[in-house]
């Protein structure tokens, strides 16, 4: 079995079609065919459903797609890791985060691309949840949770520590209260994130501890989305105070305290503990220290222990 093999087994799985995945490798559409052959009898099973017509992949197909897709990005790490030896004047930063902690990636990316304008940077966009799988599927490199996850298998470093907001329009007749108790909130409609997190059940536990309702009449799909629904006078919010900073700064919405939901959040920078990090990374978290040391709290640069 080659690489070379499953590159053009993985182009006919995506094109659905011997002749598109040709044009795309430029290549004849007999050698496509042979090359599947080959890959068939390497493997001894037949990958794809000749019947269907229409490229669909047997049990088999299914199973090797999702294999050839890990062999092909270790390849691409690999030669990406190689180029990279020359310099950092080229190279590529694979990073992850969610809507909430891509804010904390902008401004440490601001310092990384003043000091590296050479080096290209994306983001992928993932829930928080699922950013351990992704790294161990090797899709990028670092990623940002608010979690601590599995000690064994990944090094996690803490890099800002975040609170929770109770958010309120200006207009609102909390907007003057300064601090409030949970039980004053038991009438108030909150707009809510759709996405199940392990911060809305600790919102949700804290109204059913202190027997209040919690009255989540409008759900959102994004941050931005709440914000802009209660600054418009639309009930209110609990939201990381990291994604109002501008809002509150400018008077758009208004923070109220609230005595029993003092909710403390670590964002931390993780990696594969056994991955060989490229430079473009290794400099990246040298320009997170960098940030940290600079600012000062709620900036941190602590590499958490294993055990």
Same mark, same amino acid.
């Given at each position: 079995?080659?690489? !070379?093999q499953?590159?053009?087994?993985?182009?006919?799985?995506? +094109?659905?079609?011997?002749?598109?995945?040709? !044009?795309?490798?430029?290549?004849t559409?007999?050698?496509?065919?042979?090359?599947?052959?080959?890959?068939?009898?390497?493997?001894?099973?037949?990958?794809l459903?000749?019947?269907?017509?229409d490229?669909?992949?047997t !049990?088999?197909?299914?199973?090797?797609r999702d294999?050839?897709g890990r062999?092909?990005?270790?390849r691409? +790490?690999a030669?990406?890791?190689?180029d990279e030896?020359?310099?950092? +004047?080229?190279g590529r930063?694979?990073l992850?985060?969610n809507?909430?902690?891509?804010?904390?990636l902008l401004?440490a990316?601001?310092?990384?691309r003043?000091m590296?304008?050479?080096?290209s940077?994306?983001v992928?966009?993932?829930?928080a949840?699922r950013?351990?799988?992704?790294?161990n599927?090797?899709?990028f490199e670092?990623?940002?949770?608010?979690?601590?996850?599995?000690? !064994?298998?990944?090094r996690?470093i803490a890099v800002y520590?975040?609170?929770l907001?109770f958010i309120?329009s200006?207009?609102?007749?909390?907007?003057?209260a300064?601090?409030?108790s949970?039980?004053?909130?038991g009438?108030?409609v909150?707009?809510?994130?759709n996405v199940a997190?392990p911060l809305?059940?600790r919102?949700?536990?804290?109204?059913?501890?202190y027997?209040?309702?919690l009255?989540?009449?409008?759900e959102?799909?994004?941050?931005e989305?709440?914000?802009r629904?209660?600054?418009?006078?639309n009930?209110v919010a609990?939201?990381?105070?990291?994604?109002?900073?501008?809002?509150?700064?400018?008077?758009?919405?208004?923070?109220?305290?609230?005595n029993?939901?003092?909710?403390?959040?670590?964002?931390r920078?993780?990696?594969r503990?056994?991955a060989?990090?490229?430079?473009?990374?290794r400099a990246?978290l040298?320009?997170?220290?960098?940030?940290?040391?600079e600012?000062g709290?709620?900036?941190?640069?602590h590499?958490e222990?294993?055990?």
């Amino acid at each position: 079995m080659e690489l !070379a093999q499953l590159e053009t087994f993985l182009a006919v799985a995506e +094109e659905r079609s011997f002749s598109r995945a040709a !044009a795309r490798l430029h290549r004849t559409q007999p050698a496509v065919s042979q090359t599947i052959r080959k890959l068939e009898e390497a493997v001894g099973e037949t990958l794809l459903d000749r019947a269907a017509h229409d490229g669909s992949l047997t !049990a088999a197909g299914e199973l090797l797609r999702d294999y050839a897709g890990r062999l092909l990005a270790l390849r691409r +790490e690999a030669a990406s890791a190689l180029d990279e030896l020359k310099s950092l +004047e080229r190279g590529r930063l694979q990073l992850a985060a969610n809507e909430y902690t891509c804010l904390y990636l902008l401004q440490a990316m601001d310092g990384f691309r003043r000091m590296y304008p050479h080096i290209s940077v994306t983001v992928h966009r993932t829930l928080a949840s699922r950013v351990p799988e992704q790294l161990n599927l090797r899709t990028f490199e670092l990623g940002v949770i608010s979690f601590r996850p599995d000690a !064994a298998q990944f090094r996690s470093i803490a890099v800002y520590a975040d609170s929770l907001d109770f958010i309120v329009s200006p207009g609102h007749p909390l907007a003057r209260a300064g601090r409030v108790s949970i039980n004053d909130l038991g009438e108030e409609v909150f707009i809510a994130h759709n996405v199940a997190s392990p911060l809305r059940r600790r919102v949700i536990e804290a109204f059913q501890r202190y027997r209040t309702p919690l009255n989540m009449g409008i759900e959102l799909p994004t941050i931005e989305a709440i914000k802009r629904f209660v600054a418009m006078g639309n009930g209110v919010a609990l939201l990381p105070h990291l994604t109002v900073v501008r809002e509150l700064e400018t008077g758009d919405l208004v923070r109220v305290k609230v005595n029993e939901l003092e909710v403390r959040r670590v964002l931390r920078l993780v990696h594969r503990r056994q991955a060989t990090l490229s430079y473009a990374a290794r400099a990246f978290l040298g320009t997170v220290k960098e940030l940290a040391r600079e600012q000062g709290p709620p900036f941190y640069y602590h590499v958490e222990r294993a055990g």
